[in-house]
């Protein structure tokens, strides 16, 4: 088995089998609380079991039957926390590791109610990926060692807890001011997805398979965006084979989740800002549902495999845009896809070896290549291959692939070995340049994908704009949220002045439009234009959004002229406390401050 550069763990030794968790919740002091009971297995002779944690304070180790073992907690790694190695005594094969979280967890955000939806509960949530499972849960934190869990979790009364696992029946009864809540995970996943968010959270059925959880106060407004998650999962099915994991539920988040969604199993979770009201950004549930297959069934083995991860689902989801909304939606994604990876390239540099499909994160974090290499030139390989043996031959493969590793890890050798052993005859691979794919930096080998009539369009009148047309000739009336974000993003790379701006606005009615994905670029290109009068609404925007994807090219926008940068500040000031801890700590980066 590859090892993995980002975890301490040595499984051919002694690996994590099953994880049983008994913590409680304490909002007050913002930690979690009780233990996590390991089952392990053990090769012959060996006598220790070296586990991944950072920040934790052990309260005790034992056997599991009441015997103390000695456990020594080296020092702690800047990047990958501190090793903990437990003596396995007498034979022992399971380690019960009572600890208390520490108030900083890189994995946990523990928020005021003031910072959720009806403001009158706490709320905390956790963030596995990529390698912080190891802040709330002594484990073997590699996504290649996969483990059943358990969890029993009390909160205070009246909060509700949901997990990334199945609801245990059974469920002791409430005690106290508390409740307990029981979960269980009967397939191996790998650890960064153990997931668990609690506060005031209730759900409604839109499908047989399907759920939405949110808030009480966005449930409505969540129910209606999210009405079609069976639809989509079934399509995904016609795409992927059967989905493995039982349900396929949804729990929108409050505003400071750092992502667009998480994929994790049984319960993905989702930002808020995808409620446009119109549905247009369901989109990212075809992503995370995606992963079900690509990611949670079969996982990328290291961090430096990432791009199978993203790559598949990135691919999976253009398939699913294609088959549920259209072929001009996907080709617009697709064609947008490959104009941004080439972009990227671009400000990366052709020869960076993080352009690499298979790239290199030893000794870096792996949050450092997540960039939309994995995602777009890894989809851009998929769609090369389809473009190679065809449609029908790829899906074949791909739901054989998904199948034949269903709940394993694995590397991106592997890959190759079955693209070359199942798919592709001698003289394919040769012509496909297996090994240029993957390990040269610099855009895809492959030309570019057919064009979009639309993306076409949208050029076409954003050149229109910036020669001086009257935005009220642009037939923009029937654009989607879609088209009208595309058009926005190719008027940034040649912005007009204030006036146009303004011209704009009034057709398009820009600066009151409720859709995330259409407010960022536009206040990118107000921050450009240095417009005075659009501060206050950048400012808000900075307050009310937590999701990484938008708040950085903005800050960044800011930070680039004089003008902006005393706005990014004062903005950042009030909104750091808001933040989620992993995206406080690339802000501070980009921000010049030091991190604490
Ligand atoms: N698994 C990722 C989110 C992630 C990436 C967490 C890296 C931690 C480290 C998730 O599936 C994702 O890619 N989300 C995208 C969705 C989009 C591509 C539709 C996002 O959040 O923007
Ligand atoms: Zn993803």
């Not at 974000?485 to 057709?507: A, C, I, M, T, Y």
Request: hydrophobic share 45%.
């Amino acid at each position: 088995m590859a090892s993995d550069p980002h975890s301490h763990a040595r499984p051919a030794e002694a690996r994590v089998t099953h994880v049983s968790l008994d913590l409680e919740l304490d909002f007050e002091r913002r930690v979690l609380r009780g233990t996590a009971a390991l089952d392990l297995s053990v090769k012959e002779g060996v006598e220790e079991v070296v586990l991944d944690t950072r920040g934790l304070e052990l309260r005790s180790v034992s056997d599991g039957a009441g015997g103390e073992l000695e456990a020594t907690l080296a020092e702690e790694d800047a990047l990958l926390g501190s090793a903990l190695t437990v003596r396995l005594r007498g034979g022992s094969r399971r380690v019960v590791i009572e600890y208390v979280t520490s108030p900083d967890a890189p994995a946990l955000q523990w928020l005021d109610p003031a910072q959720t939806a009806g403001k009158r509960h706490p709320f905390v949530f956790t963030q596995g990926h990529a390698i912080q499972t190891r802040s709330w849960i002594p484990l073997q934190d590699s996504p290649a060692i996969r483990v059943t869990y358990d969890a029993r979790i009390s909160v205070p009364a009246p909060l509700a807890v949901v997990m990334s696992a199945e609801r245990a029946l059974g469920t002791p009864p409430s005690s106290g001011t508390g409740r307990v809540f029981a979960f269980r995970m009967n397939e191996a996943i790998p650890p960064y997805l153990i997931a668990l968010a609690a506060g005031d959270i209730a759900s409604r059925d839109v499908g047989p398979r399907t759920a939405v959880f949110a808030e009480p106060a966005l449930l409505e407004r969540a129910a209606h965006e999210l009405a079609e998650l069976e639809v989509i999962l079934d399509a995904a099915e016609a795409v992927c084979g059967p989905y493995r994991w039982g349900r396929f539920d949804v729990l929108v988040m409050p505003p400071s989740f750092p992502y667009g969604g998480m994929e994790n199993p049984r319960m993905t979770f989702l930002s808020p800002s995808i409620l446009a009201g119109d549905r247009s950004l369901v989109t990212v549930v075809a992503h995370e549902l995606a992963h079900a297959w690509a990611g949670n069934l079969v996982t990328n083995a290291t961090w430096n495999d990432f791009w199978l991860n993203e790559g598949t689902t990135v691919y999976v989801e253009l398939r699913l845009n294609e088959a549920l909304w259209g072929l001009e939606r996907a080709e617009l994604l697709r064609s947008w896809g490959h104009r941004e990876l080439a972009a990227e390239v671009g400000r990366m540099g052709e020869s960076a070896p993080d352009t690499r499909l298979r790239y290199d994160m030893t000794g870096r974090d792996p949050a450092e290549g997540v960039t939309v290499i994995p995602y777009l030139k890894g989809a851009a390989f998929f769609w090369a291959l389809e473009d190679l043996v065809g449609r029908e031959r790829l899906d074949r493969w791909l739901r054989g692939w998904f199948e034949r590793h269903a709940f394993e890890s694995v590397t991106t050798d592997e890959l190759v070995f079955e693209l070359e052993g199942e798919l592709l005859g001698k003289e394919e691979a040769t012509g496909l340049g297996l090994s240029r794919w993957l390990d040269a930096p610099g855009p895809p080998p492959s030309g570019p994908p057919p064009s979009s009539a639309l993306l076409e369009r949208l050029d076409a009148a954003a050149s229109a704009i910036l020669a001086g047309a009257d935005p009220a000739e642009l037939d923009a009336a029937g654009w989607s949220p879609q088209a009208t974000r595309h058009f926005l993003g190719s008027l940034l790379s040649k912005p007009p002045g204030l006036e146009g701006l303004s011209r704009l606005d009034e057709v398009l009615a820009l600066s009151l439009s409720q859709n995330a994905e259409v407010l960022a670029p536009w206040l990118r290109l107000q921050a450009r234009a240095h417009n005075d009068a659009a501060c206050s609404r950048i400012e808000a925007f900075l307050l009310e959004h937590g999701r990484s994807k938008y708040l950085r090219p903005l800050y960044q926008e800011l930070l680039a002229s004089e003008w902006g940068a005393p706005l990014a500040h004062r903005a950042y000031s009030a909104a750091r406390p808001t933040y989620h801890p992993l995206v406080r700590a690339s802000l501070d980066r980009l921000m010049g401050r030091v991190p604490g």
